[in-house]
């Protein structure tokens, strides 16, 4: 094998390891990079923030890319019940947010009140780019524990 084949054959192995490591559209990974950072005391406007990278807890941790709404200042995640992130914080856990480069070190509560209204929310901060999913989200009546509801809160 030839020096330069070799080279091309060690970017192409580092390329893969990266691709399944870190987090790309719907497929977690592992690192989610950013400057630690403290936690604010108040979060600031999220309104135009679609994504967020949260990393949750496991022997291999896992990284997501989900939506974040904020209501009331807090900021809250929604996601199917049967996606690994949401069963791995069930009943809440230590997590890792990455916000606009900073990462934070936050706890997943679970939220049972008032999931009419941060539901909504959420429906309407994501309507007018995301349409067809949005249509797609169960009414709160229908969905019965098809979802879990988290706050992302200080440590």
Same mark, same amino acid.
């Given at each position: 094998?030839?020096?330069?084949?070799?080279?091309?054959? &060690?970017?192409?192995?580092? !390329?893969?390891?990266?691709?399944?490591?870190?987090?790309?559209? *719907?497929?977690?990974?592992?690192?989610?990079?950013?400057?630690?950072?403290?936690?604010?005391?108040?979060?600031?406007?999220?309104?135009?923030?679609?994504?967020?990278? &949260?990393?949750?807890?496991?022997? &291999? *941790?896992?990284?997501?890319?989900?939506?974040?709404?904020?209501?009331?200042?807090?900021?809250?995640?929604?996601?199917?019940?049967?996606?690994?992130?949401?069963?791995?914080?069930?009943?809440?856990?230590?997590?890792?947010?990455?916000?606009?480069?900073?990462?934070?070190?936050?706890?997943?509560?679970?939220?049972?009140?008032? !999931?009419?209204?941060?539901?909504?929310?959420?429906?309407?901060?994501?309507?007018?780019?995301?349409?067809?999913?949005?249509?797609?989200?169960?009414?709160?009546?229908?969905?019965?524990?098809?979802?879990?509801?988290?706050?992302?809160?200080?440590?």
């Amino acid at each position: 094998m030839t020096q330069r084949s070799g080279l091309i054959a &060690l970017l192409a192995a580092i !390329l893969a390891i990266l691709v399944f490591v870190t987090p790309i559209g *719907p497929l977690p990974g592992f690192f989610i990079g950013g400057q630690p950072t403290s936690v604010p005391q108040t979060w600031p406007n999220t309104a135009k923030v679609d994504e967020i990278l &949260l990393k949750v807890p496991g022997i &291999l *941790p896992r990284v997501v890319v989900i939506w974040v709404v904020q209501v009331d200042g807090a900021l809250y995640v929604v996601g199917n019940s049967a996606s690994g992130w949401v069963e791995r914080l069930g009943d809440g856990a230590a997590v890792e947010m990455r916000l606009s480069g900073n990462t934070y070190a936050l706890n997943a509560t679970p939220v049972t009140q008032d !999931l009419e209204r941060l539901l909504n929310a959420y429906k309407d901060k994501y309507r007018p780019n995301y349409p067809d999913i949005v249509a797609g989200f169960p009414a709160l009546a229908e969905a019965g524990d098809q979802f879990g509801v988290f706050r992302l809160v200080a440590r």
